[in-house]
């Protein structure tokens, strides 16, 4: 557990270092050039930065124990953080979809794509190094932040690329004298971008906004907790279940003639659950006569 900590607080250290140099830099080279794409590339790393701060916070406080204000701990911080960098990257590409718009209305914008070139290539190579570090990461112990910081790094990568290949495009139609066209490059390139990956955080918002409403977890998750629960001799009908930030939730209701202990079932649960991609919290009790089971609710597993 300890180690799991120590690798998720160092890769959120890493991916906040990572985007502070790279909003830096793209906020005074965009400024400096006129590029609108380089500011919006620049501003989204800004904002990474911001935000990664937020989620490296959020980390040490979930790692907290219940108290009497919070007596169920601070899980719930996690979908929270999430959904928040969700929706704050949705309003940025919004805005750059706006601003590119206007843009292109105002006859586009000259720029000297030699040193753009460079700044995007160099960008790409960064890029995808802190990308392929947290998906690194990502596989040695899973995190709900790691894995929204490794989104949002992708995101940046694809960005960055497709920025590289407009601004090389640009330059080759200055290069063969069509100077008239090049001028569209920079404002197009942020409406193509902002709109094909405006999905990736209203994606990544949806998410944890199920987590926060106690929604059943993912597929995968739901198909293992169905495999244990059969192995255990149970049916679906008693288990409820939910995923809540690091935590896979689990609520079992015993029948009044359950032979075994709720100790047995609870630890049978957990060896059964080993390597799922959440920390298993299984919470049993035995049910009445008069337990009905959650009559209005579906069978766990089923859409």
């Not at 793209?26 to 989204?44: E, H, Q, R, T």
């Not at 094909?196 to 990544?204: A, E, G, I, K, T």
Request: aromatic share 10%; hydrophobic share 55%.
């Amino acid at each position: 557990m300890k180690h799991f900590f120590s690798r998720e607080n160092t890769s959120l250290v890493v991916s906040a270092v990572a985007a502070g140099l790279f909003a830096l830099a793209g906020v005074a080279w965009g400024l400096w050039m006129g590029s609108l794409m380089i500011l919006f590339d620049g501003a989204y790393s800004l904002i990474s930065l911001l935000l990664s701060l937020l989620a490296l916070y959020v980390a040490r406080l979930i790692r907290q124990p219940g108290n009497r204000r919070f007596p169920f701990g601070y899980a719930a911080l996690q979908p929270l953080v999430i959904a928040v960098k969700g929706m704050t990257i949705t309003l940025l590409c919004v805005i750059s979809l706006a601003a590119a718009v206007n843009s292109i209305l105002a006859g586009g914008d000259s720029l000297q794509f030699g040193l753009a070139v460079v700044f995007t290539f160099i960008s790409v190579i960064g890029c995808a190094l802190c990308m392929l570090y947290l998906r690194w990461s990502m596989g040695v112990n899973s995190s709900g932040l790691v894995a929204a910081e490794y989104q949002q790094w992708r995101m940046d990568t694809a960005l960055s690329a497709a920025v590289l290949a407009g601004f090389i495009g640009a330059w080759g139609l200055e290069y063969a004298g069509q100077g008239h066209w090049a001028v569209y490059a920079d404002p197009v390139m942020v409406l193509l971008v902002s709109a094909y990956f405006l999905w990736v955080p209203v994606r990544m918002t949806l998410n944890a906004v199920r987590e926060l409403v106690l929604a059943a977890p993912p597929a995968h998750m739901e198909r293992r907790v169905t495999a244990a629960v059969s192995a255990m001799g149970l049916s679906l009908e008693q288990v409820r279940m939910t995923k809540m930030g690091p935590y896979l939730v689990l609520e079992v209701s015993l029948p009044a003639e359950e032979r075994r202990s709720p100790e047995v079932i609870r630890f049978g649960l957990y060896r059964a659950l080993t390597g799922v991609a959440a920390r298993p919290v299984v919470l049993v009790r035995a049910a009445s006569d008069h337990d009905h089971m959650w009559p209005s609710l579906d069978v766990p597993g089923r859409r």
